[in-house]
C-alpha cells in the first residue's frame, strides 16, 4: 500500500513539474477571440479551435522554425519534441493571421512567474533577446545580453552588431519591434522578411537594419531619444541602413 502511495506520489510531482514547462501567452486582441487556443492540462499540447478552417501554424524563433498543415476548424499540436525556448505562434485563418507568444523550458525546473506587458496596438517597444521589454541601458556586455555567456579570457574575435526595427502589419493589427541582434540573427530575419513579404499577409511589413559601432553608446543614446537611429551624421553607427525593405509604389 505504501509502495502504491509513493509510487502515485511520483507519478504525480512528475506531471506537475513537467506542466510547469510551457506558458502560452495568448492574444487578447478582440480581433482574435474567434481563435480559442489554450493548452491541454499536462500543458503537452496547444489546442487550437475556431468556427472558420485553420490552414496552417507556425512555430517558431531564430533558431527554430515549424510549419504544420491544418485545413480543419480544430486541431491538437503536440509540444513534446520543441525544443526550450521563447517562440512565436502564427495561427493563419482565411482571412487573418493570429499570433501569440509559447514559453517552454526542459527538465532544469519549473518555469518563474512569467509576467507579460500589454503592448498598445501599433506602439513600439525595445525588447532584448527573451522577449522582455528594456526599461534602461544594459550594465552587462552586450555579448552577455546576446548569448548569455561570460567574455572569454582570450581576446574575442570582434563581432558586429546591428540595431533592428520590424514592423509587422495584418488583420489583427501592427507591432513595432526594436532590438539589437548579431550578424548570425540578422541573416535569419532578413532571409524570413523576404520571404514574408512575397505572401498576401506579409506584404506590408518593413525590416529596416542599421551597424552600430559602440553598443553601450548607441543604447544609451537610443533610450533617451527614440529618433536617435535616424541620425543623418553619428560616429556611434552607420546612419545608411545595412539593409531597408524596398517599397513599392501603387497605382490609385
Known amino acids: 500500500m505504501i509502495k502504491n502511495i509513493s509510487t502515485l506520489l511520483v507519478l504525480l510531482c512528475s506531471v506537475f513539474s513537467f506542466s510547469q514547462n510551457a506558458i502560452l501567452l495568448k492574444n487578447t486582441n478582440p480581433k482574435a477571440k474567434e481563435l480559442h487556443h489554450t493548452l491541454n492540462a499536462t500543458k503537452d499540447s496547444l489546442i487550437l479551435r475556431c468556427s472558420s478552417t485553420l490552414a496552417k501554424v507556425e512555430i517558431f524563433n531564430e533558431d527554430y522554425d515549424s510549419s504544420i498543415t491544418v485545413n480543419t476548424p480544430n486541431t491538437k499540436i503536440p509540444l513534446n519534441d ?3 525556448g521563447k517562440f512565436v505562434i502564427e495561427v493563419q485563418l482565411p482571412d487573418k493571421i493570429i499570433s501569440m507568444n509559447l514559453v517552454k523550458r526542459g527538465n532544469e525546473g519549473p518555469l518563474s512567474a512569467f509576467k507579460s506587458e500589454p503592448i498598445a496596438e501599433g506602439m513600439g517597444m525595445m525588447i532584448d533577446e527573451n522577449l522582455k521589454i528594456v526599461k534602461a541601458s544594459p550594465h552587462k556586455s552586450i555579448e552577455f545580453l546576446l548569448t548569455r555567456t561570460k567574455k572569454s579570457p ?13 514592423l509587422t502589419v495584418n488583420e489583427v493589427g501592427s507591432s513595432k519591434t526594436m532590438r539589437l541582434a548579431d550578424q548570425q540573427l540578422v541573416d535569419k530575419l532578413i532571409l524570413k522578411h523576404q520571404l514574408e513579404i512575397k505572401c498576401y499577409t506579409g506584404k506590408q511589413n518593413t525590416l529596416t537594419v542599421w551597424e552600430v559601432y559602440n553598443t553601450r553608446k548607441f543604447i544609451e543614446s537610443q533610450m533617451s531619444n527614440s529618433n536617435f537611429v535616424y541620425s543623418q551624421s553619428t560616429e556611434v553607427f552607420n546612419p545608411t541602413p545595412y539593409y531597408k525593405t524596398r517599397t513599392k509604389s501603387i497605382n490609385l
Do not use: D, G, M, V
Not at 582570450?154 to 520590424?166: D, L, N, T, V
Open 82 to 84: 520543441l525544443p526550450s
Open 154 to 166: 582570450q581576446a574575442p574575435k570582434a563581432k558586429k552588431y546591428f540595431w533592428i526595427e520590424s
